[in-house]
Nanobody, 124 residues
Framework: QVQLVESGGGLVQAGGSLRLSCAAS????????MGWYRQAPGKQRELVAA???????NYADSVKGRFTISRDNAKNTVYLQMESLKPEDTTVYYC??????????????????WGQGTQVTVSS
């Protein structure tokens, strides 16, 4: 059983900062890519930022220069530092990770997992 638990969302004024965290726990062998998505009501979930196990990063154009993704492999945790927040950043943010686990019979499997989501609200 693997869980991704997010924290750090909340209410902030435009121009402010927030730091999201997402910790993976369970029968984890290793974690490949980790990332953050967001989904506004009535819209598709969109990639915000992603980071490989080696530290390579990728960002949505809308957040480049304002958001920074990082990870702590020893803690199985991914972070999203959000600066210069705008009202249009308001939505629910979800973390995701591709995780290798070991099954009871010894086989290893890889699949994607999602967190429960954390609300970020930026007031104007």
């Amino acid at each position: 059983q693997v869980q991704l638990v997010e924290s750090g969302g909340g209410l902030v004024q435009a121009g402010g900062s927030l730091r999201l965290s997402c910790a993976a726990s369970g029968s984890i062998v290793s974690i490949n890519a980790m990332g953050w998505y967001r989904q506004a009501p009535g819209k598709q979930r969109e990639l915000v930022a992603a980071i490989t196990s080696g530290g390579s990063t990728n960002y949505a154009d809308s957040v480049k220069g304002r958001f920074t993704i990082s990870r702590d492999n020893a803690k199985n945790t991914v972070y999203l530092q959000m600066e210069s927040l705008k009202p249009e950043d308001t939505t629910v943010y979800y973390c995701t990770a591709e995780i290798w686990t070991i099954q009871p019979m010894g086989a290893m499997t890889r699949r994607g997992y999602w967190g429960q989501g954390t609300q970020v609200t930026v007031s104007s």
